[in-house]
């Protein structure tokens, strides 16, 4: 499986993923998905938002334990966010099988559109569309780089923009959402474990700012005569890592548009991304307010008009608590199956918080959701040299095997 995905997307010279939604690599990572459920005689489906879905069992009995995750990519993408765990889900049920393991609760595979959000700007469309937290209108109001909203995107992708909406009765035969992921950090490698159960997500948000000058001549334009905004948001640029240093946050300008773009000119906007995170929201708004503060006192010496815009959202999400145990009993009781004596296990996988947003966060206001991470060694992300090894790949497959046999046979 991992073979037939990896050249889908590639950029031939950056050799990382360009996988967008309702692209043509989009388009064969769908293709991928329906010919692996097809292929194991489970029942496929695509639902109103065009996330896909693989059952075994029937998904009408209610109470389906479902595990999964993404196949797009942010820009020059590694190969394992969001794959990894859809892969690993068609192998934990290949796993299943092999050990002739009857469910006694549906079981699903999802893969949910357009989570890293890289064509039209905010992640996780898919789950936040079936959910409702992200509105018709709204969605209707998302375009890309070219002008292209998301409707008329997946209209040419051929499917049909017009039954975009909430999905509560799909959703209400949910009873247990497991997403495994590789790693966006490096607390399981400096810890030596393989495999690790999530606590929470961080809060965290994009925030754009527009900073308008004058655009003029670059040789014949006095430098105390310019307005010019590049200077401004250079120094917002530091002031981020600054604010969020201070506070033990994390914020980052990664995205940057410029008007008119000339080597010649200077610019009479400049249009930067922010994205920051942090463990709690007082720390998040203290640090997003420091460095809007700082932002506008630069605008304003440089004679610039600033605005802020906050894109999109996604508050603290405490994983369900009981989901959450219950996944550290079935594979703390695995690592210690060999053992003569009782002893408490409930701690013997490590529990870690992380920085990334995912579906399974955006879902978990409506069921019940947990996430496993595997090991990423170098601790890189959304970079060609995001890397799992084979041997903790593994190890994922079959702790997600027995978490999917804990919860549907019990």
């Excluded at 609760?105 to 996780?124: H, M, Q, S, T, Y």
Aim: net charge negative; charged share 25%; aromatic share 6%.
């Amino acid at each position: 499986m991992w073979r037939e995905l990896l050249h889908i997307g590639r950029h031939p010279d950056s050799r990382g993923y360009r996988r967008y939604a309702w692209t043509g690599a989009d388009a064969e990572c769908r293709a991928w998905f329906r010919a692996q459920a097809e292929s194991r005689g489970l029942t496929y489906e695509v639902d109103r938002n065009g996330n896909q879905w693989a059952w075994l069992g029937d998904p009408s009995a209610g109470d389906a334990v479902v595990t999964g995750s993404h196949l797009d990519s942010v820009p020059d993408g590694g190969a394992f966010d969001g794959p990894l765990g859809v892969v690993s889900s068609f192998a934990a049920l290949d796993e299943l099988r092999a050990r002739r393991v009857t469910p006694a609760k549906p079981l699903a595979i999802v893969n949910f559109g357009d989570e890293e959000g890289a064509r039209f700007g905010l992640a996780c469309v898919g789950s936040r569309l079936a959910s409702g937290q992200l509105s018709l209108p709204q969605a209707h109001l998302l375009t890309d780089g070219d002008g292209v909203t998301l409707p008329r995107a997946m209209e040419a992708a051929g499917y049909d923009p017009d039954a975009l909406g909430p999905d509560p009765e799909r959703l209400a035969r949910i009873g247990a959402f497991v997403e495994l992921h590789v790693e966006q950090g490096r607390a399981l490698d400096l810890s030596g474990d393989r495999v690790g159960i999530a606590s929470a997500i961080w809060p965290h948000g994009r925030w754009r700012f527009d900073f308008r000058g004058e655009a003029n001549h670059a040789g014949t334009t006095r430098l105390v005569d310019r307005h010019d905004p590049m200077l401004s948001y250079a120094e917002t640029v530091l002031a981020a890592r600054r604010e969020a240093e201070l506070a033990g946050a994390v914020a980052t300008f990664g995205k940057i548009s410029v008007e008119p773009n000339g080597v010649n000119a200077i610019p009479s906007l400049v249009r930067g991304w922010l994205d920051s995170r942090a463990e709690d929201q007082a720390t998040l708004d203290t640090v997003v307010g420091g460095i809007e503060k700082a932002a506008r006192e630069y605008a304003d010496a440089h004679g610039i008009a600033l605005d802020v815009v906050r894109e999109s959202f996604t508050p603290v999400v405490e994983f369900d608590h009981a989901l959450r145990d219950e996944l550290a009993r079935i594979l703390g009781e695995d690592k210690d199956k060999d053992k003569d004596k009782d002893k408490d296990t409930d701690l013997k996988v490590p529990v870690l918080g992380t920085g990334a947003g995912h579906d399974a966060g955006i879902l978990s206001g409506t069921v019940p959701t947990a996430m496993l991470f595997v090991r990423n060694p170098t601790g890189v992300s959304h970079s060609p040299a995001e890397f799992a090894a084979e041997d903790d790949c593994v190890a994922g497959v079959l702790a997600l095997a027995d978490v999917l046999e804990g919860l549907a046979c019990a």
